[in-house]
Nanobody, 123 residues
Framework: VRLVESGGGLVQAGGSLRLSCAASGFTFDEYTIGWFRQAPGKEREGVSCIDSSDGTTRYADSVKGRFTISSDYAKNTVYLQMNSLKSEDTAVYYC?????????????????WGQGTQVTVSS
């Protein structure tokens, strides 16, 4: 299993970024893929997930209405479109795979992780 995140960077508050998670080494449409983030000095938190088998999505309350998760089965890639970014969205963002469903976004259910991509939102 290999996950490679990209698309992070520096953006002003109110701006947008789109993160990508390119996946390989497993059957893409059989697993749930999640996005997590970890800010300095804080615990890692679940941001969003998508169940590739049926398209079910879930979002943390802090990002609902601003972030959108989607998947491109042809490219084995999951995206996280982030709009109306706030300074509190600053974190390293990780994608992970392996949970059986998208009922909850908890890192203990995701055994495989990417290396992360930094998102910095300046106020």
């Amino acid at each position: 299993v290999r996950l490679v995140e990209s698309g992070g960077g520096l953006v002003q508050a109110g701006g947008s970024l789109r993160l990508s998670c390119a996946a390989s080494g497993f059957t893409f449409d059989e697993y749930t893929i999640g996005w997590f983030r970890q800010a300095p000095g804080k615990e890692r938190e679940g941001v969003s997930c998508i169940d590739s088998s049926d398209g079910t999505t879930r979002y943390a309350d802090s990002v609902k209405g601003r972030f959108t998760i989607s998947s491109d089965y042809a490219k084995n890639t999951v995206y996280l479109q982030m709009n109306s970014l706030k300074s509190e969205d600053t974190a390293v963002y990780y994608c992970a795979v392996g949970a059986p469903s998208c009922v909850v976004i908890l890192d203990q259910f995701f055994p495989s992780w990417g290396q992360g991509t930094q998102v910095t939102v300046s106020s």
